[in-house]
């Protein structure tokens, strides 16, 4: 349960949502655009007006200043005829966007190697009211993967909290909670599980040969962790991990992956149009009541094998909620078309679960730079906590082992 500023979330925007709602195009709820640029020109401005994006997502490419971004979140807020989501990946370490813009915290690895609940409570806590000064009402995290290899190619270098099923939801549940009460709301990813994949979903689609069993025991024990009192018991009877930090413990929403996984699909079929996964497992199965989105539908796994109105069409199929678009802006008008052919029932059954999502979103706090610096010294301070002033005051250059720590 967030803090105390759930029950007030939004009172200026709902009303206004609501003496509006029959005039604004409900399509367009169903898209996450990221944004071009620093500020919005005109004709990204009239794009965004036109097709109503129901989530923003913003990257580097956005960020100049805290106020510079302050100013763009407001910006797309006014364009906005009911309350956007507008989220980023603030996760730690590399996967950190406002580390162009301010110091950068320690990444999940780092912190699980310290073994400090406090300290990955106390980066929750600091996530969640950065996030709130500038506006932000979602992060795209925790990242509930496990590391069975800390060292692979697939795009989850330094970003698990764990080696096992109990390390992970113990560490990345911390965080989470700890984000909730400061009035963010999380998304756990990469379900069903990027854990065990060899490759990288930004390039190609992983192949995941994993049985149904062994990922019950391991991915998708994590997951039915953060799925609140929702879903079937372990059908393996596996292990009941302690969860002191899930109290009521849940993730407000699920990311969907790019992988295949030859247990649930015969052919070669990403997660994220697979209505195995998406619908029968998570849907039905575990009984998840949250938002559900796709992973970036602009990654390689997808584009390789699809046209974007197959991907639109099989992703809102499948199950999905919001289909995300973080780098082909101009083609939402196209999405928003696609949209528009689809079955009325998929739509609604969206829209239904958008509009749930939207009652927990908080407001932005009031913004000031002096309230940015005194957060970012904080995240300082946690860095040094965690990995030590020494390590913390060297500039290394890692390794860019994934477009997802450049963007």
């Known amino acids: 349960m967030l803090g105390t500023f759930r029950g007030d979330a939004c009172p200026r925007r709902v009303e206004r949502s609501s003496l509006r709602a029959m005039k604004a195009d409900m399509l367009g709820q169903l898209i996450m655009t990221g944004v071009p640029g620093k500020e919005l020109d005109a004709e990204t401005a009239r794009l965004f007006r036109r097709v109503q994006p129901g989530a923003y997502i913003l990257f580097g490419r956005n960020l100049e200043s805290a106020t510079q971004l302050r100013k763009l979140i407001d910006d797309l807020r006014d364009l906005s005829e009911i309350e956007p989501i507008i989220t980023v990946d603030q996760e730690g370490g590399r996967v950190s966007r406002l580390r162009r813009i301010g110091n950068e915290p320690p990444n999940a690895l780092q912190l699980r190697d310290k073994n400090d609940l406090d300290l990955i409570r106390r980066h929750g806590d600091i996530t969640g009211r950065l996030l709130r000064i500038f506006g932000f009402n979602l992060d795209l995290c925790p990242v509930l993967d496990i590391s069975f290899n800390d060292d692979a190619e697939n795009s989850l270098y330094g970003r698990c909290y764990g080696k096992t099923v109990e390390q992970v939801v113990h560490n990345a549940g911390a965080f989470n909670e700890a984000m909730r009460e400061q009035g963010i709301l999380s998304c756990g990813k990469h379900f069903p599980g990027y854990s065990a994949a060899t490759s990288d979903a930004h390039y190609q689609l992983p192949r995941i040969d994993r049985s149904r069993e062994e990922l019950d025991l391991n991915e998708l024990a994590v997951f039915r962790a953060f799925m609140g009192r929702g879903g079937s018991p372990n059908r393996l009877g596996a292990i009941e991990v302690n969860r002191p930090y899930l109290k009521e413990g849940i993730v407000d ?96 059954r969206a829209q239904e679960y958008i509009d749930n999502f939207k009652k927990n979103m908080s407001p932005p706090q009031k913004f000031s730079e002096h309230a940015f610096q005194e957060i970012n010294q904080e995240i300082a301070d946690l860095r040094n906590a965690v990995v030590g002033q020494v390590e913390a005051g060297e500039v290394v250059t890692e390794r860019q082992v994934s477009p997802v720590e450049r963007f």
């Open 253 to 348: 929403s699920l990311m969907i992956c790019h992988a295949w996984y030859p247990c649930f699909e015969s052919k070669p079929t990403p997660a994220t149009v697979s209505h195995r996964i998406v619908t029968e497992l998570l849907r039905n199965e575990f009984g998840f009541d949250g938002l559900v989105m796709t992973d970036d539908l602009d990654m390689g796994a997808i584009l390789i094998g699809y046209r974007l109105d197959d991907t639109i069409r099989l992703c809102l199929e499948a199950g999905n909620d919001i289909m995300m678009l973080c780098h082909r802006v101009p083609e939402i008008e196209t999405v928003h078309r696609i949209l528009g052919t689809l079955p009325s029932d998929q739509i609604e």
